[in-house]
């Protein structure tokens, strides 16, 4: 997917927001325990009661893996269903991975090409080799940690050399790697005020934020540092939405969820005359 196509789905749809499916089948409805595939069925009902409200979904794939042989197939049958469904949809391979080289080049291979992922969630600390062998396919892209919304990105990502934050590092020298049409950034909604100075190294770029919701970061701020003219944010909210409601209804109310913070994106996207 382009730029230009996330941009114009974000217009369609007066949205930026992308739906975490962490569908943690501990805590499934009840009544879906009885089905062959109960993290599917519960996917594909979230999916279609959002998608006219989201522009990406995230699957965290720990939430797979941790199911075994099942997880997996449940997680290419959820990316399946809505690549074939809602095809222009961005699809985010929540993985965090990066290797040395070969092994990077494996990992992409599995998401970005035998899954059909649109991108993928790079860890950037083994530099360069670890993150290049996703970035060699055309129309994908790879989403790199910057600043992540946990307590713990206090232990390394603010850690200064002369006047420079380790993030920021990150954000600088990665672009001699790849450019704002193949590559985006994870910064957590619940540092938002860092927003407007991560701004001024990639001015252009997708920022893929999530922390808003369950974490308690706050939408109007991430907007308020962090929006540019393309919009240029992708928020993310899982738990909140997912798990709005754990009875026969969960649905509608995970709807109704996805809606408020859509319908409070568009007024933001207003305010900020992007559409
Ligand atoms: O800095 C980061 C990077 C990734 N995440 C992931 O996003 C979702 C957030 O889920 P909520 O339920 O909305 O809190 C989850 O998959 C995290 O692993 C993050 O939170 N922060």
Redesign the pocket.
């Known amino acids: 997917m382009t730029y230009n196509e996330l941009f114009e789905q974000v217009k369609k749809k007066k949205s930026f927001l992308c739906v975490?499916l962490?569908s943690d089948i501990k805590k499934l409805p009840q009544h879906l325990m009885g089905a062959e595939d109960p993290v599917y069925e519960f996917n594909k009902a979230i999916v279609d009661a959002t998608a006219d409200v989201a522009i990406a979904y995230k699957p965290?794939i720990a939430f797979y893996e941790s199911n075994g042989v099942s997880g997996w197939i449940t997680l290419e049958k959820t990316v399946k269903y809505i690549k074939s469904k809602y095809p222009e949809i961005f699809l985010i391979a929540?993985a965090k991975r990066g290797d040395i080289g070969n092994t990077s080049e494996m990992y992409a291979r599995a998401f970005l090409e035998t899954m059909e992922f649109d991108s993928i969630t790079v860890a950037p600390y083994m530099g360069e080799d670890s993150v290049t062998p996703f970035l060699k396919y055309e129309g994908k892209w790879v989403i790199l940690?910057a600043l992540?919304?946990?307590k713990g990105a206090f232990d390394f990502q603010f850690f200064e050399e002369n006047g420079v934050k380790l993030y920021e590092r990150v954000l600088r020298k990665s672009q001699e790697w790849g450019n704002d049409q193949n590559m985006m950034y994870?910064v957590?909604a619940t540092k938002a005020e860092m927003l407007s100075g991560i701004r001024e190294i990639v001015p252009n770029h997708f920022l893929l934020v999530?922390?808003v919701?369950?974490?308690g970061g706050s939408l109007e701020e991430v907007a308020k540092y962090g929006m540019n003219s393309h919009c240029g944010l992708i928020v993310?909210?899982?738990?909140?939405i997912i798990f709005a409601d754990k009875t026969e209804n969960f649905a509608v109310r995970a709807r109704e969820e996805a809606v408020k913070l859509q319908q409070q994106m568009a007024e933001l996207l207003a305010a900020k005359g992007v559409i």
């Open positions: 975490g962490d965290n929540d940690l992540t919304s946990n994870v957590g999530p922390g919701g369950a974490q993310n909210s899982s738990r909140g």
